[in-house]
């Protein structure tokens, strides 16, 4: 089954920026679209971007469009996030679905353990 894992996050101070790493275990990304989630606590988790199979598009939500960017490389799929800001303090997961966006709906595989950021002053 496809296991993907999460890399990157830590704690940092508002204005800073982090950069995030999906990597999938036994199984290749090639073939799928990768989009990154987030669950803050006591909220529901939300797709905050995507990349499709190609890398060729990228969706964002609208409360971190022009402050992440995702991109994808044939090892592993990243989110960059600069501007970080408290709001953006969650678990950050990423998941695979079909070869375009969006993820949600047609994600495959089980979650990972997912990346906590902490975005404090």
């Known amino acids: 089954q496809l296991q993907l894992v999460e890399s990157g996050g830590g704690l940092v101070q508002p204005g800073g920026s982090l950069r995030l790493s999906c990597q999938a275990s036994?199984?290749?990304?090639?073939?799928?679209?990768v989009g990154w989630f987030r669950q803050a606590p006591g909220k529901e988790r939300e797709e905050v971007s995507c990349?499709?199979?190609?890398?060729?598009r990228t969706n964002y939500a609208d409360s971190v469009k022009g402050r992440f960017t995702t991109s994808r490389d044939k090892n592993a799929v990243y989110l960059q996030m600069n501007s970080l800001n408290a709001e953006d303090t969650a678990v950050y997961y990423c998941?695979?679905?079909?070869?375009?966006?969006?993820?949600?709906?047609?994600?495959?595989?089980?979650w990972g353990p997912g990346t906590p950021v902490t975005v404090f002053s």
């Open positions: 998941a695979a679905g079909g070869a375009e966006c969006p993820v949600i709906g047609a994600r495959v595989g089980s």
């Open positions: 036994a199984f290749s990304l090639e073939y799928n679209a």
């Open positions: 990349i499709n199979e190609r890398g060729s």
